[in-house]
């Protein structure tokens, strides 16, 4: 298992589709942060911070497609044939894969969090508003980046095992997150569930920020990541039940 999880963080760290997904979600992160910061408005009953800070939330964006690229361009370009003859057993390969992209997951949320927060809360203080948080309060937000990120790593893993489409699994990500949750969110009665139980709201929750829209009802955050990593370990094993079953040649 060490030797997969080596190979698996040589081929994370030496592949530049990675490296763009990650520097162009940064990039996302600062400037969406910067002009945030620099145009909120303090109006009482909420924390600016806390707003702000949502954005980072493009870290778990970014971490489901990464763990969902991690498995589909295996069968993409035909290196899962070559990868299970050398480790005849599946599910150690997929294993290997989870553990990767959810340290990776983590230590990239922890820096995004990080990075949002040295420019979110400078900015709002020089303009003498209020962050409405404090250093606890703000390590928690950063510390529940790091682990939404790898939890939203984990589930791109376990989708890309079940939707081994390159397209087709992004697809089903961006979609879920961007044009379903948010359009379900507003179905009466239903919606206030979709806003506390969707990824969306559990990414928040976990996070501490203010979800969508902002008088979302979200969970406390411990207990919507353990939501959340309840569902990683759904699609991880039913990813792993296909992955075991499917003709990988086909």
């Known amino acids: 298992m060490t030797r997969l999880i080596r190979a698996e963080a040589v081929k994370l760290g030496s592949t530049r589709t990675y490296r763009l997904l990650a520097l162009g979600a940064l990039a996302l992160i600062v400037a969406g942060v910067t ?11 909420g924390s600016p911070a806390r707003a702000t800070l949502a954005l980072a939330g493009l870290a778990q964006t970014f971490a489901l497609i990464a763990g ?3 498995v589909t361009s295996e069968f993409r370009h035909k290196t899962i044939t070559q990868a299970v003859l050398i480790t005849p057993r599946r599910l150690p390969l997929l294993a290997a894969k989870v553990i990767t992209l ?9 820096l995004a969090t990080g990075a949002a927060a040295a420019i979110a809360l400078p ?14 309060q703000l390590a928690g937000i950063i510390a529940g980046g790091g682990v939404a990120t ?14 081994r489409n390159h397209v087709g699994a992004v697809i089903t990500v961006l979609g879920l997150l961007y044009v379903a949750e948010p ?8 919606g206030s569930a979709v806003q506390t139980y969707g990824l969306g709201g559990l990414a928040s929750g976990a996070t501490g920020t203010t ?11 411990l207990t919507a990541a353990l939501v959340l990593a309840g569902y990683a370990v759904a699609i991880v094993l039913a990813g792993a039940a296909l992955l075991r079953r499917r003709d990988i040649a086909a």
């Open 150 to 163: 790898a939890l939203a790593a984990a589930l791109g893993t376990g989708t890309g095992a079940v939707i």
């Open 183 to 190: 359009l379900l969110g507003f179905i009466p009665h239903a």
């Open 102 to 110: 959810t340290v990776a997951g983590l230590v990239f949320g922890l």
């Open 35 to 45: 002009a945030t910061s620099a145009a909120s408005s303090y109006t009482g009953g």
């Open 123 to 136: 900015v709002l203080a020089a303009r003498h508003i209020p962050s409405g948080i404090d250093g606890g």
């Open 211 to 221: 979800g969508f829209p902002a008088s979302a009802h979200l969970l406390g955050q």
């Open 68 to 70: 969902a690229l991690a």
